[in-house]
């Protein structure tokens, strides 16, 4: 698996713990990414993530129960929910091409997921792809180790 991948699913795997521990602390989950990750890079980039998602949580909440019509956040299994707000941060904060952050996330999904899981993240955050993103280039370059 590739670095930056299996920080994404540490990221992951603690937005998950966080949602579901509402008493998690910010330093218990950094030790944790450090425990789970060996090298620096991915550790940062674990924690980008995870802060980046949990600051802008509550706009990443409206945008995707916008485009989720019918679907509440509470209705959605915990592991798509926190997908799609790591995915839906990835797309809006950071410079990563969104054909690499779709597929990233939608692979988070099917492992995490159940059988709909990949389709619906997938569905999603299609639609919130911003428009300067789509049209910056149809081409993903390789993502960096």
Known sequence: MKKRSKAREVAVQMLYLKDLNADATPTSIH??????????????????????????????DEKIVQIAQNWSLSRMAPTDRNVLRLGAFELLFTDTHYRIVIDEAVELARRFGNKQSGQFVNGIL?????AQKREAGEVAPPEVE
């Open 31 to 60: 030790a944790t990414i450090s425990e789970e990750l060996a090298d620096k890079d991915s550790q940062q980039f674990a924690w980008i993530l995870f802060s980046g998602v949990m600051e802008q949580r509550a706009s990443l």
């Open 126 to 130: 299609d639609k919130l792809v911003p």
